[in-house]
């Protein structure tokens, strides 16, 4: 059973930086994607950024240039550097991590991730 638990989130004043990190277990998959998925209350969860197992990166255009998802897979960990951040990213950061290969436009769609850590609070204080 996959385990995905996330760390790093935090309160920063806008223009801060942080960086998250999701430490996974328990998986026995060659190919899939990790994300990072965010909520605020009433919202639907969106689509942060996502990385495959080949490196392939997504990003939702609201955070293209100021945030950069990468892994360690010597240590099986995801991370997400956030740079620039303002309020609107204030958010709940969930990683998850799919099984199997979606196609690539679907990277940052909810649907495609089965497996979700239980998140890690983002707050900027503007």
């Known amino acids: 059973q996959v385990q995905l638990v996330e760390s790093g989130g935090g309160s920063v004043q806008a223009g801060g930086s942080l960086r998250l990190s999701c430490a996974a277990s328990?998986?026995?998959?060659?190919?899939?994607?990790m994300a990072w998925f965010r909520q605020t209350p009433g919202k639907p969860r969106e689509g942060v950024a996502a990385i495959d197992t080949e490196g392939v990166t997504k990003y939702a255009d609201s955070v293209k240039g100021r945030f950069t998802i990468s892994q360690d897979n010597a240590q099986n960990t995801l991370f997400l550097q956030m740079n620039g951040l303002h309020s609107d990213d204030t958010a709940m950061y969930y990683c998850a991590q799919s099984i199997g290969m979606p196609n690539p436009l679907w990277y940052l769609s909810s649907n495609e991730y089965t497996c979700w850590g239980q998140g890690t609070r983002v707050t900027v204080s503007s």
């Open positions: 328990g998986y026995t998959y060659s190919h899939y994607v």
